[in-house]
């Protein structure tokens, strides 16, 4: 599976950006799809992640840090995650990379074998 991000950028607090992950190749068992960030000097940590079922049913996790602000969705014509990111912070500020893997709603990174390249978000205060 290879996994192409778009969408980070610089933007103002307050301000919003649409992030893309689109999967190819063989992507069957994939179960979910993740965000995860990380900021200059910091661990990677988990943004929110996107887990779907054998009939389709949807479950979205996030990080307390994002709840309410971020909205993680899936195309379902296609192996593509979004994260809506509203009201940015400047503590948003980090790489996010995109992961998609077999586990069932996890948080962990670890649950994820499949990575993107990082793309970067930068929000000023």
């Known amino acids: 599976v290879q996994l192409q991000a778009f969408g980070g950028g610089l933007v103002q607090a307050g301000g919003s950006l649409r992030l893309s992950c689109a999967a190819s190749?063989?992507?069957?068992?994939?179960?979910?799809m993740g965000w995860f960030r990380q900021a200059p000097g910091k661990e990677r940590e988990f943004v929110a992640s996107?887990?779907?079922?054998?009939?389709?049913?949807?479950?979205?996790d996030y990080a307390d840090s994002v709840e309410g602000r971020f909205t993680i969705s899936r195309d379902n014509a296609k192996i593509t995650a979004y994260l809506q990111m509203n009201s940015l912070k400047p503590e948003d500020t980090a790489v996010y990379y995109c992961?998609?893997?077999?586990?069932?709603?996890?948080?962990?990174?670890?649950?994820?074998?499949?990575w993107g390249q990082g793309t970067l978000v930068t929000v000023s205060s």
């Open positions: 190749g063989r992507t069957f068992g994939v179960r979910a």
């Open positions: 992961a998609a893997g077999p586990q069932f709603r996890s948080i962990l990174a670890s649950a994820y074998n499949c």
């Open positions: 996107i887990t779907w079922n054998w009939v389709n049913t949807y479950y979205a």
